[in-house]
């Protein structure tokens, strides 16, 4: 899988990005209606990158990030791992539960449901999006919530995945609100074979 998701064209990362553009519309439609506050996402870039290098895109393997990870079922199965700083993850918190900015410091029980919803919010719009472009039926597993150094999180994300992939479509995601915005990192984790299943399905296998 490491050579075909490495080789692919600017037609086919062009197309990944179009369903990243698509999964941050409803995911922002469906944020908005949750907090009752306007929310705009855009996707500034979508990379292929090792995983061993997902660290680095979030601020270096020692950086405490919120990491949310679900599995995904159906004839294209993988991973997906949303990374935020942990100021960043605090301030959707905030967002979600009618607080002032800055109010969250450390996530209760409650705090960490909300953020697992808004992980399981985002997984279902970038999949809803691929499977509206690929006709594929793509399901989430029940996510998975750490907060946590982010060469902690992958590790225990490595040991899990296995042989199953070892690169990573980054989506890169920011959320924008009428006051302030906020960088998230969205990671799909193709098993091998996966990939080509998409785009074979998209209409852009070279």
């Not at 899988?1 to 553009?21: C, F, T, V």
């Not at 590790?155 to 042989?163: D, E, N, R």
């Not at 906020?182 to 074979?193: A, E, R, S, W």
């Amino acid at each position: 899988m490491s050579e075909d998701i490495l080789k692919l064209s600017p037609l086919q990362l062009d197309a990944l990005r179009e369903i990243g553009n698509v999964g941050a519309g409803n995911a922002a439609t469906a944020l908005s209606q949750l907090i009752n506050q306007k929310i705009d996402m855009t996707v500034p870039e979508v990379s292929i990158l090792p995983l061993g290098e997902v660290p680095e895109v979030v601020g270096g393997p020692d950086a405490m990030v919120a990491g949310v990870y679900l599995r995904v079922f159906g004839p294209a199965p993988g991973s997906i791992l949303f990374l935020l700083p942990r100021e960043s993850a605090f301030y959707l918190v905030d967002m979600l539960m009618g607080r002032n900015q800055g109010e969250t410091q450390l996530l209760n029980s409650m705090d960490e449901s909300a953020l697992m919803e808004i992980g399981n919010i985002l997984a279902g719009a970038y999949l809803n999006a691929l499977s509206y472009f690929t006709k594929l039926t793509l399901l989430p597993s029940i996510p998975a919530l750490a907060i946590d150094m982010a060469g902690a999180i992958l590790s225990v994300i490595l040991i899990q995945l296995g042989q199953m992939g070892d690169h990573a479509l980054v989506i890169e995601t920011e959320f924008t609100t009428d006051n302030d915005g906020v960088k998230g990192h969205f990671f799909l984790i193709p098993d091998p074979g996966s990939l080509n299943t998409i785009l074979t399905a998209i209409g852009v296998k070279e």
